[in-house]
């Protein structure tokens, strides 16, 4: 083929970027800092500098976390979708539930597997109370605030009616931005009078989320951006840039790599160990 000829064939053939979506939404310790809006800022702007872009392919696999990020990371891709003016299309993989979900929000169109769990449409808080135990152990809590609600929710203090409450009202509010950013990101398709259950926090195996309108269709990420744009679909997978000392193998290591595990401070471990009891614990809400 001619550099003319190569030129042509590059011009004409679609491109569509994938943007992976893995992991817990914001609340990353030192060692695991998660989904993020400013983790992922230059990700989404790499995934929609291509010149000749056909359309962005969000990748998706998360059990939620944090609604604020889930939130300035969804608006982020549809700012850059409508200032370059191309499609988005999100593919749900083993979960898209929660925040996670909020992020297939960002997209024109959702697909999933038949397999995969959608929904999640909801907020929980999740804590520990440990006044009974500090009682049998002889441990006095001495606790000093400046503000009567600076110690709200206190996991050493015996609970209180009024913080419950505050709390209640405060997951009311928080759960209903999470419905209305739904409801205009999946408009019509919801049907004049969505079911109650899509928001009760509730998931949905694939092919129900496709009938109750959380998705528009069974498909995978690569067959189906073929079949929308052309078998001849050169797709553009955005990925972290590695620095200098990364590639030459210097530096901080992954968990597992490298003997981590043996030369980390104590410390460190025991955070990295609790980071990853709460990763866990989101996952294990959908049984993965």
């Known amino acids: 083929m001619t550099d003319m ?19 817990v939404i914001g609340g990353g310790g030192r060692f695991s800092r998660g989904l993020d809006d400013a983790g992922l800022a230059g990700l989404i702007d790499r995934a929609f500098k291509p010149k000749r872009l056909s359309a962005v392919a969000l990748a998706i696999n998360s059990p939620g976390g944090s609604p604020a990020q889930s939130a300035l990371i ?5 700012d850059h979708a409508a200032e370059r003016g191309v499609p988005v299309f999100a593919f749900c993989e083993d979960v898209a539930a929660s925040g996670g979900y909020m992020l297939a929000c960002a997209a024109d ?29 002889g441990v006095e809590r001495r606790l000093q605030t400046a503000g009567a609600s600076k110690s709200r929710l206190d996991p050493f203090s015996p ?3 009024e913080d419950e409450a505050w709390l209640e009202q405060l997951q009311s509010s928080i759960h ?11 408009g019509e398709r919801l049907g004049e009078e969505p079911p109650e259950k899509l928001f009760t926090g509730e998931v949905f195996l694939g092919r129900d989320a496709v009938e109750l309108g959380l998705a528009d269709g069974l498909g995978r990420l ?8 052309g078998d ?10 590695r620095g200098f000392l990364s590639r030459l193998g210097v530096g901080a290591a992954a968990p597992m790599d490298h003997g981590w595990w043996d030369t980390a401070a104590p410390e460190g471990v025991a955070e990295r160990l609790i980071d990853g009891l709460e990763a866990r614990a989101l996952w294990s809400r ?3």
């Open 286 to 288: 959908y049984g993965l």
């Open 232 to 241: 001849e679909t050169r797709f553009n997978v955005v990925t972290p840039k």
């Open 176 to 186: 209903a931005n999470f419905i209305a950013l739904v409801r205009k990101a999946r």
């Open 74 to 78: 969804t608006q982020r891709i549809r």
């Open 5 to 23: 000829g190569l030129f042509n064939f590059l011009r004409r053939t679609p491109t569509v970027s994938v943007l992976r979506l893995y992991g």
């Open 159 to 161: 609970r209180k009616p």
């Open 109 to 137: 169109e959702i697909y999933a597997e038949e397999n995969s769990i959608l929904g999640s449409i909801g907020v929980i808080s999740a804590s520990f109370g440990f006044t009974e135990a500090m009682a049998k152990l």
């Open 222 to 229: 690569r067959p189906t951006m073929r079949e929308r744009f």
